[in-house]
């Protein structure tokens, strides 16, 4: 299983969002749809899994509270020019662009965009020795923790297993007009998964929020306590297992059965989960299974 996984937060848009994403990746499947109905916001929310080469995704429609934006985008290693040409135009289709499709300094052919639901992404022409997984998560620290960069991926690397620290390249003078902005590019990976990292060049008005988010599959309670002490540290925004880390990524905190967890048994036991679910704030597995009993 996935230790760790990206979900996006949609309005309505998540299935249709994931299909769309589906259809631009080989080795990608649509997992499963759940309707949750009513959230603690009010509103109906459907639960999308699917995977994109290979790798694991979820999505949620749950309503307009949670807007994506570039601080995490996901960089695409491109093997041909045809194939990054073709996935580009697809994806900036009703969308826009960042830095547009074309030669760089770093790269003989890049762009940054953001599709027509929101999320952004990255396209790099990669050599297939280059390419360690096709879908990386980058976060861009920006506003106040614009430079943080560094000090963030070593926090994760030291809490997660099967985590260490790539490359790291720093701006060089004039490169940066933020003087908080540290690193232009960092590489590193958590429990098995690629992730990159950098500071916003121009410091950045966009912050990390819950549109953008990552599952952490638990073991049993004693892992879910170990990540909530560990990333929860804004009191206010933790709900229902999900919690947010001093540098304001938002994590989902929850059993790695959560599927059973929450849909196992009759409508009535559903029901009474779902009900103690919504309360919480760190998941407690007990006081589920005891809802689902009616002990």
């Not at 049993?220 to 999900?242: H, M, R, T």
Request: hydrophobic fraction near 40%; include cysteine; aromatic fraction near 14%.
């Amino acid at each position: 299983m996935q230790k760790i996984v990206p979900h996006f937060w949609y309005d309505k848009e998540a299935k249709e969002a994931a299909m769309f994403y589906i259809s631009l990746f080989d080795d990608s499947k649509l997992l499963n749809v759940r309707s949750l109905g009513k959230t603690p916001t009010g509103d109906d929310a459907e639960y999308v899994s699917f995977e994109l080469a290979g790798q694991r995704f979820d999505a949620i429609s749950a309503g307009p509270y949670f807007k994506l934006n570039p601080t995490i985008s996901l960089f695409v290693a491109c093997s041909s020019i045809e194939e990054l040409n073709t996935r580009w135009n697809a994806l900036i289709d009703g969308g826009s662009e960042f830095m547009p499709l074309g030669e760089y300094p770093f790269s003989k052919r890049y762009g940054w965009g953001q599709d027509r639901f929101g999320l952004s992404w990255q396209l790099m022409l990669m050599d297939e020795e280059q390419t360690v997984q096709k879908i990386t998560p980058n976060f861009r620290f920006s506003s106040e923790v614009c430079g943080k960069a560094e000090e963030a991926m070593r926090y994760y690397a030291e809490i997660f297993e099967d985590s260490s620290i790539g490359s790291i390249s720093r701006y060089q003078e004039g490169e940066a007009t933020s003087l908080k902005a540290k690193v232009n590019y960092a590489d590193f990976k958590l429990s098995g998964l690629h992730f990159s990292a950098m500071d916003h060049a121009f410091g950045g008005v966009s912050t990390f929020n819950e549109a953008f988010s990552f599952i952490i599959n638990c073991k049993n309670q004693d892992e879910i306590d170990y990540f909530w002490d560990k990333l929860s540290k804004v009191p206010e925004a933790e709900q229902c297992g999900w919690a947010k880390d001093q540098f304001g990524v938002s994590w989902q905190i929850v059993p790695e059965n959560m599927d059973e967890v929450m849909f196992k048994g009759s409508k009535e036991e559903i029901k009474r989960v779902t009900e103690v679910l919504y309360k919480m704030k760190k998941i407690e597995i007990a006081a589920l299974e005891k809802a689902r009993l009616e002990i």
